[in-house]
């Protein structure tokens, strides 16, 4: 009876998952629009090298909790409250950041909460996208609708972040101020409308010891542990060296446009993840691992080409591994959303996702472990290691290619 009336008062049309999709899209845009400013910090206000990475560190101490409680959290109280907060914390997160000219202390909070916003966008919007883009809500709609709108959601909103605050950046005196403010007006009214959104996850929460309500039953899944997370920091690790460390390594290329390149990058390798959407659905096999080891396999031959950049110090080819990385991302971030949504019961879909997506986000350590690296290995040896390593994770997921399948699989 509570969940009927919870859907008539808050249903806002037939369909609701476009209020989601609005709301993840604005959360991710929170995450992202910080990216492509990391060189104005540094040439503006003067930060080392050091405070520079401690602002994109401070940025996971956020992310990794909210991807871990928020989401299990959600499958026991609701999907609604935790996105509400979701959305208070990315106007705070820019409303902080907005106020960088301050000193370091207002970007480590809007970093901090930046994390929180985009941690519960990613767990609790995904399984909330997935519920209402089901036939209860929309008759006929297809079984992976879900997985790729949220993927879409995720990759349009971070693409245009990063460019709106790199293009601001890049061409007004305004880098500081004006992407945050332009950012909360864009979400300000989404803090209404996702009260709007009906109620997905109705079991009324279960009482108890709060580590007992993060238990997430289906992690300890063969197909979870020996397929989806094998694969799974590759997804972000692409993202990482397409637009974050390959302009770094162009930097002597770009000059007084390394700034633009990187946003370029960004906008390009998101763009592509966006657009092979419908690719990634017709890759992905509920008999197999089909569609990992197609992304797999990108991600390997976008590291070659971003190697072949760095060795001739070439912006198109530059340009070209952002293509193929971003094709890589996309294919694999459905794909593993899709394995997740396979595996996952109703009790703990946000959670086993949220555990998806940190492991996933993980593979944005890359850069920083191969700059610590750096001597005494050299660069390109480093990128011909990560060339062999993702050669023996696609061999990883063949000799798991059609084993442990969830029930559904193989019902």
């Known amino acids: ?222 197909r979870f542990r020996r397929v989806v997370l094998v694969a799974a920091p590759w997804i972000f690790a692409a993202a990482a060296l397409a637009y974050g460390y390959l302009p770094v390594l162009l930097g002597d290329r770009t000059g007084e446009w390394g700034l633009g390149y990187a946003t370029v990058l960004t906008v390009v390798a998101l763009g592509v993840a966006s657009l092979v959407q419908p690719i990634a659905k017709r890759l992905h096999s509920v008999s197999s691992a089909r569609g990992l080891v197609a992304a797999l396999i990108t991600i390997g031959a976008g590291l070659v080409v971003l190697t072949g950049a760095v060795v001739t110090r070439s912006l198109l080819l530059g340009l070209l591994a952002a293509v193929v990385l971003g094709a890589g991302m996309g294919i694999a971030l459905v794909s593993g959303l899709l394995e997740v949504q396979s595996i996952a019961t109703p009790r703990d879909l946000a959670g086993l996702t949220g555990m998806f997506y940190a492991v996933a986000y993980a593979g944005f350590l890359v850069p920083t472990i191969m700059a610590a690296l750096t001597p005494p290995l050299s660069t390109i040896g480093l990128f011909l290691a990560l060339i062999a390593l993702a050669a023996l994770s696609s061999l990883a997921l063949l000799a798991s290619y059609s084993k442990h399948l969830p029930r559904t699989a193989e019902a």
Request: charged fraction near 15%.
């Open 1 to 222: 009876m509570r969940e009927t009336r919870d859907v008539r008062a808050a249903r806002p049309s037939r369909a609701p998952w476009r209020l989601v999709f609005a709301v993840m899209f604005v959360c991710s845009w929170c995450g992202n629009q910080f990216s492509p400013l990391l060189l104005m910090y540094k040439d503006v206000q003067h930060y080392s090298e050091l405070t520079v990475n401690m602002f994109l560190g401070v940025y996971v101490l956020g992310l990794a909790p909210a991807l871990l409680i928020a989401g299990a959290l959600s499958d026991r109280h609701g999907r609604r409250p935790l996105m509400f907060a979701g959305v208070l914390s990315a106007m705070l997160a820019s409303g902080a950041l907005a106020l960088g000219e301050l000193g370091p202390v207002p970007i480590y909070v809007g970093r901090l909460l930046s994390g929180i916003t985009v941690g519960i966008a990613m767990a609790v919007g995904t399984s909330w996208m997935k519920e209402v883009s089901s036939p209860r809500f929309e008759p006929g709609v297809d079984r992976a609708a879900g997985a790729r709108r949220a993927s879409l959601a995720f990759t349009l909103g971070s693409a245009a972040g990063a460019l709106v605050a790199g293009g601001i950046a890049q061409f007004t005196v305004f880098g500081e101020e004006l992407p945050f403010v332009v950012h909360i007006a864009l979400t300000l009214p989404l803090a209404w409308a996702v009260l709007r959104i009906p109620e997905t996850a109705t079991s009324g929460g279960e009482r108890g010891p709060l580590l007992a309500q993060l238990r997430i039953p289906a992690a300890g899944h063969k």
